[in-house]
């Protein structure tokens, strides 16, 4: 599917892609929306039922993956409940083997993310991704989420690359689409970002539930 002589960058989002989005999933739907209602002493259904639509409202935008956002539109402390569930963050099947080839292989790694530095510095302290990559680009960095051009284009000027010879795996493929726009040659994407999901069946764009699809037959 790849032709590894041919990539020189290879952009990875976080979220879905290299960590099993269930942690987030399990938060936003069923561990927020409980211990909101414990704090506030409120039906949890009643809550499940007005939080989640505000949540979605965001989808795509730059509040969407902020957690001080959240923190303030909730008036709760989304860090500490987080962190109540912690356990739940680690890699994908087969991510950290992945990380580790690429480590062989050689391109310029970035970890391509619109996940608020709060959220990585939660995830990176549990996991140790950051040890695997070259640079660490958040769109809260230039506000601008990875959904629009602007991501992209603030993404070259920091660290130019070249469209042609780059990969880019996310999960989300509204983001996908605006890299697709953008140029950016190679776009693959995720049918089990949550282990706890079935799998996609219909994607826009070539799709792997394993990394190891990716890799040469004959990798080191």
Known sequence: MIDWTRIKTVLLDMDGTLLDLHFD???WLEHLPRRYAELHKLDQAQVREELIPQIMAEKGQLNWYSLDYWSERFNVDIVALKREIQ?????RVDALDFLQWLKTAH????LATN??????ELKLALTGLDEFVDLIFSSADVGIPKEQQGYWQALMEKE????ASTLLIDDNEEVLASAKTFG???LIT???PDSQSPQRQMTEF?????FAELQPVNKP
């Open 190 to 192: 995720i049918t089990q």
């Open 87 to 91: 356990h739940l963050i680690g890699f």
């Open 184 to 186: 950016i040659a190679q």
């Open 107 to 110: 391109p310029r790694v970035i």
């Open 115 to 120: 996940a608020d530095r709060k959220s990585l």
């Open 25 to 27: 999933s399990h938060f």
């Open 160 to 163: 130019p690359f070249d469209p």
């Open 206 to 210: 070539p799709a792997v539930t394993r």
